[in-house]
């Protein structure tokens, strides 16, 4: 690496305002399956790093809040890690603040569209100098199969964890083959300022899917 409940108990995301949810405490990350690896997976830079990962939630709230961890670990592990977004999509910087995040350590880079964002990530995964990059691809993931080809032999090549953001529920196609990890972000109340954070993983090239991470997290001003 660089240096340095039930389904029916899940909030509707699009009903959530987008935010990050801040004072996350891990409470449960249990493999599922019976094939899977006995090591007990955890959402976290070293169990996406050197592949592909896709992180589908619709909303913004769930992934935003999740994709947080992922940094927040990074930094605390001296790793370099750029946010890539559109113009028009981003996160709140305050509440990524609250979270931990170290803002004036944390590159963001601004394109002009979702389709520039996996092309921007390209050229700076290329590089090698980065630990983590992070995909705000939204509602539109559409990135070619040769672009994601390079992405994935980058990311394998360095180390990098690449972690793409897309808006769409977990019945909607991924990305595509090349993605190794895909997990779908969902949000429950527990009480009136308390959030449940799911993340239930379709997909895993390694492990096998069906495992789940959860968090506890306190949501920003807005949530409640």
Known sequence: MT???TRADMLALDSLPQGVARGATVLASRPLSANSIPLMPRW??????????ELSGVGGSACLTLATSIVLDAQR????????????SSFFPLDVAAAGIDLEALAVVRVPDAPSVARAADRLARSGAFGLLVLDLGA??????????????????????ILCLTEKRGIASSMGPLV??????????????????????????????DWVHTEICCGPEGMY
């Open 3 to 5: 240096g340095a409940g």
């Open 44 to 53: 976290g830079l070293q169990e996406i790093a050197g592949m592909l990962t």
């Open 140 to 161: 539109n993931p559409r990135v070619p199969t040769a672009l994601q080809a390079r992405l994935r032999s980058s990311a394998r090549k360095h180390d990098t964890a």
């Open 77 to 88: 592990q001296e790793e370099t890690t750029a946010w890539i977004t559109s113009n028009n």
């Open 180 to 209: 190794s990890l895909r997990g779908e972000a969902r949000i429950r109340r527990l009480s009136d300022d308390r959030f449940a954070c799911e993340l239930r993983v379709l997909k895993d090239k390694h492990r096998g899917p």
